[in-house]
């Protein structure tokens, strides 16, 4: 079945601003963020196009890092959301925790700095000596500015080796991840809850943004190797501007928003019967992007992820949306087993593999993601079926992919009429973008799916 868009689509390709984050959306949102989130006025407009009021509940199932959960409460509403990634349950968590006294969090930012940078100096890294006097005279640049030329890795600290095993090579240099386990150190060594907390997150997205060296277009990679960074001095900037934000939303501090760690196949297990109003969410589009492998610096930097095996068990709590992440126990196929659309995408995907001659292990497993995606997409509106209140509205931010052997995948009409064979009301599709596929430059639609759950 075929749904016209609610929206009329623009003739020409939408702007690609429209899924940045605008200026006066930032707050909250930056304090760490995927780089593949989708923007904060999307959430704004369905929230108003579906009426949500205060007392309502609105859920993010594949909440990331937060950017319905944050929006709503921004908006005064109360909100819900599931994750599996556990930087991202930790990430969402903290974005929507704003009980905390910001100018107490500033002056204890400062006081872990100085400790963290007293602890760098001692240890005489590189130019020792100078950092010392720096230090001895109190000037502002004694947070972390003090460069290592020609130095050594002798003697820094370092992850244990399987923890090294698990990062992208060269994503961290060495005399950085010695400065942020050292922070790190102070961090957790200080007395105050709220300061580990904030001061973890914070730490987070400085690894990705200002320490690392990682690059993101859209795909994680390595890019300008940094020898050295302002590790103190960019992790508390991140606490500044998290204490400023706490400050301008005080007033929405006490709005409900929970943060369960859950696999969205298993909504029903989470949450209480029929206590949402509202679904705003975009899951994992069925491509080659790894999630986990977006996030494995921080990850494993803060502990989150210690060994292959908790990877494995990460991986296992998602939708199998990429071949990195499919294991040969799975069953979610099941779900959707006689789906002509979907068994004709998955054919054509094996009969291009055949006929191009690619035989690696994760070409032979494109046709199969496939069929796992939209099946584990499937179990998610079954059981998600169980907490909807009747007349729940729903928005899905879906995209097409052409990733598997440039085979076509529709994805929003796909997981449109999986829901709709599952008791959904379609309500239509809007077209939220258009984006160039990186493989063939063709103009691929991002989309909104347009739901109702009529109840039983």
């Known amino acids: 079945m075929l749904w016209a868009d609610s929206n009329p689509a623009p003739a020409a390709p939408a702007a690609s601003g429209e899924n940045k984050l605008r200026p006066?959306?930032?707050?909250?949102?930056?304090?760490?963020?995927?780089?593949?989130?989708?923007p904060p006025h999307l959430v704004q407009n369905y929230l108003s196009r579906f009426g949500v009021e205060s007392g309502d509940t609105v859920l993010d199932p594949f909440c990331g890092t937060g950017t319905t959960l944050v929006e709503c409460k921004k908006q005064g509403v109360g909100s819900a959301g599931l994750e599996s990634n556990p930087i991202a349950h930790f990430a969402s968590a903290v974005k929507v925790d704003w009980l905390t006294c910001n100018k107490t969090l500033v002056s204890e930012a400062e006081q872990v700095a100085?400790?963290?940078?007293?602890?760098?100096?001692?240890?005489?890294?590189?130019?020792?000596?100078?950092?010392?006097?720096?230090?001895?005279?109190?000037?502002?640049?004694?947070?972390?500015?003090?460069?290592?030329?020609n130095g050594t890795d002798a003697g820094l600290r370092r992850l244990e080796p399987e923890q090294m095993k698990l990062l992208l090579k060269d994503s961290i240099s060495p005399l950085p991840l010695h400065k942020t386990l050292t922070l790190l150190e102070a961090i957790d060594g200080c007395s105050s809850p709220p300061l580990r907390k904030y001061g973890r997150l914070a730490l987070a997205n400085a690894l990705v943004q200002r320490i690392g060296n990682l690059k993101f277009g859209?795909?994680?990679?390595?890019?300008?190797?940094?020898?050295?960074?302002?590790?103190?001095?960019?992790?508390?900037?991140?606490?500044?501007?998290?204490?400023?934000?706490?400050?301008?939303?005080?007033?929405?501090?006490?709005?409900?928003?929970?943060?369960?760690?859950?696999?969205?196949?298993?909504?029903?297990?989470?949450?209480a019967p029929r206590s949402i109003d509202a679904v705003i969410t975009s899951p994992p589009y069925p491509n080659?992007?790894?999630?986990?492998?977006?996030t494995r610096l921080e990850s494993v930097v803060l502990g989150l992820v210690r060994s292959r095996a908790e990877l494995r068990q990460l991986k296992q709590g998602l939708v199998r949306s990429n071949t990195r992440g499919v294991y040969v126990a799975d069953t979610d196929d099941q779900a959707i087993a006689g789906n002509q659309a979907i068994d004709r995408i998955a054919e054509a995907i094996e009969q291009r593999r055949i006929e191009l001659g690619k035989t690696s292990g994760f070409e032979r497993q494109y046709a199969r993601v496939t069929r796992l995606y939209f099946?584990?997409?499937?179990?998610?509106?079954?059981?998600?079926?169980?907490?909807?209140?009747?007349?729940?509205?729903?928005?899905?931010?879906?995209g097409d992919q052409a990733s598997y052997l440039r085979v076509m995948i529709r994805t929003g009409q796909l997981l449109a009429e999986i829901a709709e064979s599952l008791g959904y009301r379609i309500l239509g599709i809007d077209l939220f973008r258009t984006r160039p596929s990186t493989v063939t430059g063709e103009q691929l639609r991002e989309e909104v799916i347009v739901m109702e759950w009529p109840g039983k």
């Not at 006066?24 to 989708?38: E, I």
């Not at 005279?137 to 500015?145: A, I, N, Y």
């Not at 179990?379 to 009747?390: D, G, I, M, N, T």
Request: proline content about 3%; charged content about 25%.
């Open 288 to 294: 080659e992007k790894d999630y986990t492998r977006t």
């Open 375 to 398: 099946g584990g997409m499937a179990q998610h509106f079954a059981s998600l079926r169980e907490v909807l209140k009747p007349g729940a509205k729903l928005a899905y931010v879906v």
């Open 24 to 38: 006066q959306d930032r707050a909250v949102h930056h304090w760490y963020r995927f780089v593949l989130s989708f």
């Open 114 to 149: 100085r400790a963290a940078t007293k602890r760098i100096v001692n240890e005489q890294v590189g130019c020792g000596g100078n950092a010392r006097l720096l230090e001895a005279e109190g000037k502002p640049s004694l947070f972390d500015e003090f460069a290592v030329a």
């Open 218 to 271: 859209p795909e994680v990679g390595v890019g300008r190797i940094r020898g050295d960074a302002p590790v103190v001095e960019a992790w508390l900037a991140g606490m500044k501007t998290i204490a400023h934000d706490l400050a301008q939303f005080r007033h929405r501090s006490d709005v409900a928003s929970q943060v369960v760690k859950s696999d969205a196949r298993q909504a029903d297990e989470a949450l």
